[in-house]
């Protein structure tokens, strides 16, 4: 195909507006729910005071701003692709940010910037916990203040949106990639995040995995639990082609927002009796290696061990018919393989890894 003939094919998939709109203008919209900045983002995101300071600061100077980017939703909402930090900032600030449950949140009181140190203990309007406020011509001011905004419109399918999203992300703004696949979930299909999130956040998946809370705090457990919906029954042949496995993930978003009701069911059982299992058999102990000589597990959280034991037992759940015993068993057989023996398979790539562990863990099962 000729560039030419690429850019009118790709160019049709995704229709865009612009223009400039006040801060006004973009809260009156929040307000009226004509807009969503997604609150379950406010917990993905770790801005610091310091962080938002900077941004207050730089509107009451003037600075001009990022473009923020929306998408029209079929109801009309615009969801917000990029630029949820700073309007949940401006938005705190002005105190009309609400919370997941709808609740507004405390106003944000300044720090001192790089360049107003006055801007010390400052919010927006009277607040009982600051020291001082805008003045009434400091907040017209700063209402007045214009944004560009970048309008992905309805028209647009969902995997423009995707690859907009993806490409606005992926330059460090987010703390880790399953942050970028979680508001990506969010932005494409709410139903399908929350239930990501519920599932990994059942008992025995937790206590399987047995993260430390600096991974949890860093999502790493929606992202298991992503690779496990993604992974269990993949095709061995496709197994082999996955690549970049933080690619094939964020990809695999746009599969699952396909799910209808029953397959999120048929997933949730899968999941629900896998880990499970996996917690009665052998506990918090159940993904860590295990020492064969000394009887004993030993080190943290191991991949070897996930992709082997929880995709091998999941490729034949929810109908598989095992006992503890069974896991038990395929443990002990796992880590006498030399190919798997502790230490043994230390540095491999993630890709070149699973071409090996995940068919070897549905062996183990099918015996």
Not at 102 to 120: H, N, R, T, V
Not at 244 to 259: A, K, T
Request: net charge negative; glycine share 6%; with cysteine.
């Amino acid at each position: 195909m000729e560039l030419e003939e690429e850019l009118t094919l790709y160019r049709q998939r995704i229709t865009t507006d612009s223009y400039p709109m006040s801060i006004s203008e973009i809260a009156n919209l929040y307000r009226d729910g004509e807009m969503d900045i997604h609150p379950e983002f406010q917990r993905i995101f770790r801005w610091t005071g310091a962080q938002r300071t900077k941004l207050i600061e730089s509107i009451l100077l003037g600075i001009p701003l990022p473009s923020i980017f929306v998408a029209q939703n079929e109801d009309g909402i615009w969801d917000v692709v990029d630029g949820v930090q700073r309007l949940s900032t401006i938005f705190q600030f002005m105190g009309i940010l609400r919370d997941e449950d709808g609740d507004l949140m405390d106003p944000l009181i300044c720090q001192a910037g790089p360049f107003l140190s006055s801007l010390e203990g400052v919010s927006y309007d009277r607040s009982e916990h600051a020291s001082s406020h805008l003045s009434r011509a400091q907040q017209l001011d700063f209402k007045r203040a214009r944004v560009d905004v970048k309008i992905i419109k309805r028209e647009s399918d969902n995997r423009a949106k995707y690859d907009l999203f993806q490409r606005l992300n992926s330059f460090g703004s987010l703390a880790t990639p399953q942050e970028l696949r979680n508001c990506l979930l969010v932005s494409l299909s709410k139903k399908h995040f929350d239930w990501l999130q519920e599932i990994s956040s059942m008992d025995a998946f937790k206590n399987v995995l047995n993260l430390p809370d600096r991974l949890i705090n860093e999502q790493y457990h929606l992202e298991l639990a992503l690779r496990f919906v993604s992974l269990r029954n993949l095709p061995e042949e496709k197994i082999s082609a996955i690549g970049n496995i933080g690619e094939f993930l964020s990809s695999e978003i746009l599969s699952i927002i396909e799910f209808s009701d029953e397959k999120l069911k048929e997933e949730r059982e899968a999941f629900r009796e896998c880990f499970a299992l996996l917690s009665d058999a052998l506990g918090s102990d159940a993904l860590r290696k295990w020492n064969p000589n000394s009887e004993r597990s030993e080190g943290a959280f191991s991949s070897s061990a996930f992709e082997v034991l929880a995709l091998g037992l999941g490729h034949f759940m929810p109908s598989g018919s095992f006992t503890s015993a069974h896991v038990i068993a395929a443990r002990k057989t796992l880590w006498a393989d030399e190919k798997f023996a502790p230490g043994h398979a230390t540095g491999v790539r993630a890709d070149q890894r699973m071409k090996r562990t995940i068919p070897f863990g549905r062996l183990l099962f099918a015996a």
